[in-house]
Each structure stands twice: as C-alpha cells, then as structure tokens.
C-alpha cells in the first residue's frame, strides 16, 4: 500500500524557493510519482511526474533520491499566484494514493 | 480551462432525492474517473473507466452508480445519499499508454450537499 504523507501546510515569502517534501515509504517498483496543484473551487491541475533522479520542466523540479521512498517538489522564486494546495500522488497500476495535500501560502 | 465539463457546479438534494453528476472530456482520452474530495481528507478514487470498461470499484457504496455511455461522457448516479456524502465530486480524464505514466486532467468539480 503505497500511502503518501506531506506536510499540512508551509509559508514561504514572495522569491524564496519552496521545497515541499512527500513520504511514500512502500513505493512500488513500477510507480510513478506525480504532483498536482490545486486552487480553491477548481480541480487539481499537473505539476510534474517524474521515476527516479530530477525532472525538470518550465514551472518546477521534481527530485527522487535513490532509494524512491520520498520525493520533493521544488518551486523556484514562488510568487503570490502559488498559494495552493499541492498534492504528491503514487501510481500503482489503477490504484491513486494522494497524499492529504500541503497547503502552501505565499506572503508578500 | 483543462477540456473537463462538469455539471452541475453546486447541487443539493435531501436524501431521498435521485440525481446525476454529468462529466464531459473534449480531449480524445481514452480513460475517465471519479473521485471524492472532502475536508481534510485526501481525494478518494471512486472509479475508474478505462476504454468505457469500468476496471475499479473501490468499494464505494451502492447509493453511487457510474455510467459511461462513451468515452467522452461520464455519469454518476445518486440515491438516497446520506449527509456524510458531501463532499466535492470530481470528475479526471487520461490518455493510458504503455509507458505506465499518464497526466489527469481533472474538471471543476460538483460541490454536493446532501440535507
């Protein structure tokens, strides 16, 4: 059972970097590892999926150590439109484990 | 705007009512699901229809029925729902592929409330 835990909540001010850290302790071999980002009143919406290593892409780094038991969102320089609540997800096969969500508040 | 529609966007019902969340993807994926989102709980996958086969059931009461007439359109049916059913009702689509990894996109959501 690939439970997730993260973080209630973070504050971070405008311009820092944010580093928001998920447990997934009994990966699968085969599961990928997605981040989805939600706003109040819509639907959560995709971050970043990533395996192993780092994966980059133009709003966010996603990083996996070896062993895959965690992940880390990384946001660089957040801005005021980043306060949200930010799910981890595993993949095993047809089976979804978000995480409760970290709900991230920017401060000017 | 993700190419998910969801309607209604609000719905209340008292618990003998019977009524149905309707989902459309305009995205040409090939999987649709239904999740359950309540306070301070993590989102809760409902079900799971992949090429209109429903392939998960996760042990969601019979109160809640899904359709999926085509691969475009999604329903779930509700009946005599209790109040411990409110919640937001959100409605994903997927494009499966071989590599084992797919994006969701996921519509707005039918915020339910059941008196």
């Known amino acids: 059972l690939a439970k997730t835990t993260q973080p209630i909540s973070m504050d971070s001010y405008e311009g820092q970097e944010v580093n928001i850290t998920c447990s997934h302790n009994n990966i699968a071999t085969n599961d990928y590892i997605t981040w989805y980002q939600q706003f109040p009143s819509q639907g959560p919406r995709f971050i970043i999926q990533?395996?192993?290593t780092k994966v980059t892409n133009e709003v966010a780094s996603l990083f996996i150590p070896a062993d895959r038991k965690s992940s880390t969102l990384s946001l660089p320089r957040v801005s005021l439109s980043d306060t949200a609540v930010y799910y981890c997800l595993v993949e095993t096969g047809n089976q979804f484990y978000f995480g409760t969500g970290t709900s991230l508040t920017v401060i000017p | 705007e993700t190419g998910v529609t969801q309607t209604p966007r609000h719905l209340v019902m008292g618990m003998t009512n019977k009524k149905s969340l309707k989902c459309e993807q305009h995205l040409g994926h090939n999987a649709m699901y239904w999740y359950k989102q309540s306070a301070k709980k993590p989102l809760e996958l409902m079900f799971v229809?992949?090429?209109?086969?429903?392939?998960e059931n996760n042990s969601v009461p019979s109160r809640f029925s899904p359709e999926c007439p085509n691969s475009s359109h999604l329903f779930l049916h509700l009946h005599t729902l209790q109040p411990e059913d409110s919640a937001l009702y959100l409605c994903?689509?997927?494009?499966?592929?071989?590599?084992?990894?797919?994006?969701?996109?996921f519509g707005p959501g039918t915020r339910l409330t059941v008196t």
């Open positions: 229809y992949n090429f209109k086969e429903q392939t």
């Open positions: 994903a689509s997927s494009q499966l592929s071989t590599s084992g990894s797919y994006e969701q996109y």
């Open positions: 990533g395996y192993k």
